[in-house]
């Protein structure tokens, strides 16, 4: 009995017990949650009728790009029990990679606010099209993106890439990729990585491998006939007049989809995120106006993580931007919603401008002001396809670990130096954060 009670308190005491947490607490929810609803019926019972082959072809050509993906779904939704292991899996992968990619191995205190963090994406979003369906075509994407950036960061330190990692990681590149916001994204942060570690004379032959290997996934996609068609018989069911809209039209649609999606409903990643940044630049900072900058987009966040009841008349006109937010046609915009898009909008400004200011004129800071736009413009991909207001909260998946990331990478490199008492405080804060997500998804489940 001593003996297990010894080896429990190691384990507590171990840097890694905050993903423990994260592993019983993900567990837990998986327990209540199956296969069943939306596309999982579809995908569990592809293969009873049909080869693997027979069924990939078909789907190629008529319907979607993502067959690697799809050939891991159509297998895995077959067995309950083991998309539920699988999908633990892959929550714990993603945690682990952006712990290794902030660089917090071995921060008890980072590692408990990646994990938190994790507890407090609202994880509803991940069933709305079929739990099953929705996760393995967006959080194991997600969780081999964050693994496949891995050896960039062993780059960036000045280590070699090993040859096992090296193949993990392009496979992973792969698989990732394989889903059109993913390779969106990974193209366009790669290029930037490399560009980067070109400059400095650190690039390594399988990191740009990984690059092109996302380029090719991302050429696959735009000249698969079955995107094609599936866009053409999207717009006929959900957007008739999709096809009057011109590029700046979907654009700004995109761009009203996003901006509501963060400040219209309660967004507690982007809470994260701004107040870790507020804080970073009030201790570097004695400026007021640089203060003044980080808190306009910590206040609006916290302001939109209040209960609407509190704030009727203000942020509802932002929401009906995203159904009469184009600017050719439909209903007039009033001078409210304008208003309403414009400081939504500078709070964005103002979160990349105080990133700048926090981090300076670093090759770090412009990284990750970058980082910000392509993981807003990953949600505002959905403004460029006719399935804008029927898609679901789910296409923003990037859009929200990025906060996560952005906010930790704060944390690990302002805010590690807290006393105890303030440190504490604020795990605390995000805990209650985490616990009233969980507690939302936990109602969306019974319900």
């Given at each position: 009995m001593r003996r297990l009670a010894r080896v429990a308190k190691r384990a507590y005491a171990s840097d890694y017990f905050?993903?423990?947490?994260?592993?019983?607490?993900?567990?837990?929810?998986?327990?209540?949650?199956?296969?069943?609803?939306?596309?999982?019926?579809?995908?569990?019972?592809?293969?009873?009728?049909?080869g693997i082959a027979d069924y990939l072809q078909l789907r190629y050509s008529r319907w979607t790009s993502r067959i690697l993906i799809e050939a891991v779904m159509v297998t895995v939704l077959r067995s309950a029990l083991l998309w539920r292991v699988l999908d633990v899996a892959?929550?714990?992968?993603?945690?682990?990679?952006?712990?290794?990619?902030?660089?917090?191995?071995?921060?008890?205190t980072t590692n408990y606010l990646v994990c938190l963090g994790f507890m407090m994406y609202p994880f509803a979003h991940l069933s709305s099209a079929g739990w099953g369906a929705t996760t393995v075509n967006y959080l194991w994407p997600g969780a081999a993106c964050a693994f496949a950036l891995i050896p960039y960061k062993k780059a960036v330190e000045g280590e070699r890439v090993g040859a096992k990692l090296g193949a993990a990681a392009l496979a992973a590149t792969l698989f990732a990729a394989n889903a059109e916001q993913f390779a969106f994204f990974l193209v366009c942060l790669m290029a930037a990585l490399n560009a980067c570690l070109i400059s400095r004379g650190k690039t390594q032959p399988v990191l740009l491998l990984q690059f092109f290997a996302a380029a090719a996934m991302a050429v696959f996609a735009?000249?698969?006939?079955?995107?094609?068609?599936?866009?053409?018989?999207?717009?006929?069911?959900?957007?008739?007049?999709?096809?009057?809209?011109?590029?700046?039209?979907?654009?700004?649609?995109?761009?009203a989809q996003t901006v509501a999606y963060i400040f219209a409903t309660p967004n507690r990643l982007f809470l994260l995120f701004c107040g870790a940044l507020f804080v970073s630049a009030w201790r570097k900072h004695e400026s007021v106006t640089v203060r003044c900058v980080a808190a306009l987009p910590f206040v609006y966040s916290v302001f939109a993580n209040v209960p609407a009841n509190l704030y009727r008349g203000v942020l509802p006109e932002l929401q009906r931007l995203t159904t009469f937010g184009l600017p050719s046609g439909g209903e007039a915009l009033s001078a409210t919603r304008y208003a309403v898009m414009f400081i939504a909008m500078l709070s964005l400004c103002f979160a990349g401008i105080s990133l700048i200011n926090v981090y300076g004129k670093t090759k770090k800071g412009a990284l990750f002001v970058f980082l910000l736009?392509?993981?807003?413009?990953?949600?505002?991909?959905?403004?460029?396809?006719?399935?804008?207001?029927?898609?679901?909260?789910?296409?923003?998946?990037?859009?929200?670990?990025?906060?996560?990331?952005?906010?930790?990478?704060?944390?690990?490199?302002?805010?590690?130096?807290?006393?105890?008492?303030?440190r504490r405080l604020l795990l605390a804060a995000v805990a209650v954060l985490a616990a009233l997500s969980l507690h939302q998804t936990f109602l969306v489940i019974a319900a």
């Open positions: 905050p993903y423990f947490v994260l592993l019983v607490t993900m567990a837990v929810l998986h327990c209540f949650i199956g296969l069943g609803q939306g596309d999982d019926g579809f995908f569990s019972g592809a293969l009873d009728r049909q892959a929550l714990l992968t993603l945690a682990l990679s952006l712990s290794r990619l902030i660089g917090a191995r071995r921060s008890r735009l000249t698969c006939p079955g995107n094609a068609n599936r866009i053409a018989e999207e717009t006929a069911r959900w957007f008739p007049g999709f096809g009057m809209l011109g590029f700046l039209d979907r654009a700004y649609l995109g761009a736009l392509i993981g807003l413009a990953a949600g505002a991909m959905t403004g460029f396809l006719p399935t804008a207001y029927a898609s679901g909260l789910r296409t923003y998946f990037i859009t929200d670990m990025v906060f996560l990331f952005l906010g930790c990478s704060l944390v690990e490199d302002f805010l590690s130096g807290l006393a105890p008492v303030p």
